[in-house]
Structures are given as C-alpha cells and as structure tokens.
C-alpha cells in the first residue's frame, strides 16, 4: 500500500470526514494511505481495478479527481470543491491558493504507472497453458520441470511448492528433488547430472542460494544446457549475450517483458543495474546491451550510487538490501524495477517515497516475481518441444537407414 505522507499546512481539525463529503469532485494534495481509512472510505476510492489497490494518481483520476497541479494553478481554476488530507475531506471554501503546500508534491505529470506483474504474468501462463495442452495432446509427453533444493529452509521450500503448483495449473508436471543440507557438491552434481540424462524430465531448477559449502557455479554448470530451462550455466550465459540463443535467466527476461508490456522503449536509454549477481545483475545488462540500452553497472564498491541512480532512464535494483535506493534518487519519469524481496516483503527500492518521481514502477510483491515463474515454465516447455524434435528427427533417421539388401543378401 502506497504509503501516507500527509500535508503538515492542512490542519486535520479542519477536515469535514469522509462520512460527511457529498462531493463528487476532489482535490488531492500529496499522497494518502488508504488503509488509514479502513472504515468509512467512499466506494469510489476502491474501485475494482487492478489498479485499486494503490492511492495512486492514475486511479483517483478515474473518479473526477483533479491531481498533480497544485504548485502552478489555484484551486479555482481546477474545479475541486474538497481537498482530501490525512483527516478526511476538506471544504476548499474560502482557501486561497496561498494556503496551498508547495513542498512534498507529486510532480506536474501523472504519477508512477504501477506494473502489475501478476496480471502480466497471468496472461502470459494463460496462453502457456493452451500451447501445453496442444504440444500434450499432439505428442502424448507432458512436460516436466524438476527442482532440486538442498537443506530445509522455509522459504525456499515455499518458492518451490508454489512453482510446482504453477507447472500442474499449466498442464504440466513437476518432480520435487529434497536434499539434506549435508550434500556436497559432488554429491549434487551428480544428482543433476541424472536429471539432465532422464528423458522424462524436460526442465532442471536449481534452488539457490545453497548451503555455503556447496561450490554453486560448479552445481549450475552440472545441468545440461539443454534442460537449463533456469538459465543459470556458463553456457547459458555466453549464448544470451554473444548470440541470443539459450535460454534466458528468468528473472532478467522476464523484467524485458514486463517492461515490453510498459511500452518502455530502451534502445538508446541509460539502464541502471544495481546488482552483479551471475543469475541477476550480470545477465541483466547482456540483456539490456541486446536492446540497445547503454548499461551501467552499480555494486558493493560503486562510488555515489545516488548519482548514477538519478542518471537513470531505467533504474534495476538488483541488490537484496531493503529499500537500498531511495526515491529522492529516482530521476523524474524514469522506469523503476525493483528485483529485490527481503522480509516484510519489502523491495530493494524506497517504493512510496519513489512513487512521485517515477514514471513507472514495480512494486514488491506482485511485480517482478510472477514473471520469473511464468518464464521459467514457458521455458520448461520450450525445452520439451526441442526434446520432441530431436527425438522425431532421430527417430525418422533411424527409420531410413536400414541395411543395404545387396551386402544383407551376400550374407546369407
């Protein structure tokens, strides 16, 4: 929930209510936390969009609000008959412009578009589950992903649970692989090692992270290339960024796709990654460099962070440190990506304080999360149509090379 920051000018002792409004027009004035106002919020602010969840600009604006001009126009010009404040609403009768805020105010443009990954993701697993379906029914093999997870940590497990539960609501089947937290590297390697030669499993996730002791480059590099449905090899990674072929590291890809589904254009833009993880940051950018962006790199060691965020047509947060970059930083109508996921469920971006810079954003959660699974089931099927191919290719090669009558004959 979009989080308050109520105007400290408008005296809350002032405010009529909500219960007492009767207007259908508004002015609103900064940013309002709805769920301050749980009980007795007129209907309209609720809506039944996706959007409804959000005291965002863009759906207040669907209900008659004027919003985002109030540094540069009176009151009267806009209209409003009630300015809505922490308090509930209040009369604009008698209220000169003077006495408006001037400071902590959305910008003059609409604010941040907020990207809804789930519906994106949504349709997206849609339309996978009616290519599987075909694939199924035309070749008589469900595709199948398999997880590998080492230890016994709770939210792993969990992540794993719900992909599976994802891959049966696509029509496909998944084989849970639980290790004790004991394993060593071999002994993984070799467990993914007879996962990438059964021919019943199509895809491989690795959890990760895994235990410390376990080299995780060496437990990647152990899944076949071709069941690398995570896109988390070496071999994975040279293909992305040299030739374009491979699969793709999900949460990467499925950040293009959230940002092709924004109508975000980044050829000639400056992309921020803040972050350098093999799985995340690094493919990030490859990524990005595809689409013609101009990338910059931030890490650890990164000096003044805040400038190159504000530099920032589009901003990733790649990091896993909670609300690491902070909204003041956010250059005004930029693309704000927040890849991060710490606990209380709260992203690696300051994501209210951020809402009125921005142009658009993800929040946490429901952004960026639902498009790596969609990805990586989208994936899953993919390497099941390329397992089907080379089968029937080998299988019609077979089917034409016999032995020759003539040598069969002189045999007998």
């Not at 029509?171 to 002994?187: D, F, G, N």
Request: net charge negative; hydrophobic share 45%.
């Amino acid at each position: 929930m979009l989080g308050a920051r109520a105007v400290a000018p408008i005296v809350p002792s002032n405010c009529l209510g909500w219960n007492n409004c009767r207007s259908d027009r508004y002015l609103l004035i900064g940013y309002v936390d709805l769920s301050r106002f749980e009980s007795g919020v007129p209907d309209a602010f609720r809506g039944s969009e996706t959007n409804a969840r959000y005291a965002d600009h863009a759906r207040l604006a669907r209900v008659g609000i004027t919003t985002g001009e109030c540094t540069s126009r009176g009151i009267d010009r806009l209209g409003a008959s009630h300015i809505l404040c922490e308090g509930g609403f209040m009369s604009t009768e008698d209220l000169s412009t003077e006495d408006l805020p001037t400071e902590n105010l959305p910008s003059q443009n609409v604010a941040a578009r907020i990207i809804d990954g789930r519906a994106i993701a949504d349709a997206a697993l849609a339309d996978l589950s009616v290519r599987t379906r075909q694939f199924r029914d035309e070749t008589g093999h469900v595709p199948c992903l398999a997880a590998v997870i080492v230890g016994a940590d709770p939210a792993s497990k969990a992540y794993v649970q719900m992909k599976a539960k994802r891959s049966v609501a696509v029509a496909m089947t998944s084989r849970t692989v639980e290790l004790p937290v004991s394993t060593t590297t071999e002994e993984l390697v070799d467990v993914l090692r007879a996962l990438s030669a059964d021919p019943s499993i199509d895809g491989i996730l690795l959890q990760h992270p895994v235990p410390g002791h376990i080299d995780e480059r060496v437990a990647f590099d152990a899944i076949s290339a071709d069941k690398d449905v995570d896109g988390v090899t070496s071999a994975a990674f040279a293909a992305m960024a040299l030739t374009g072929g491979g699969f793709e590291s999900c949460t990467p890809s499925g950040i293009l796709r959230l940002l092709d589904a924004t109508g975000v254009e980044l050829s000639g833009k400056h992309a921020v990654v803040v972050g350098r993880s093999p799985i995340l940051g690094l493919p990030m950018g490859m990524l990005l460099l595809r689409r013609g962006a101009t990338v910059t790199y931030c890490h650890s060691r990164t000096v003044d962070l805040a400038a190159h965020v504000a530099s920032a047509d589009v901003a990733i947060a790649a990091v896993g440190v909670p609300e690491l970059i902070k909204g003041a930083w956010i250059k005004p109508g930029a693309v704000v990506i927040d890849a991060g996921y710490n606990e209380g469920n709260v992203g690696d971006v300051e994501y209210a304080a951020a809402l009125p810079h921005a142009g658009a954003i993800t929040p946490v959660p429901g952004g960026v999360g639902p498009m790596t699974v969609a990805v990586l089931l989208e994936q899953t099927l993919a390497a099941a149509v390329r397992a089907a191919e080379v089968r029937a290719c080998s299988e019609n090669h077979d089917s034409r090379v016999g032995p020759d009558p003539a040598i069969a004959s002189d045999r007998l």
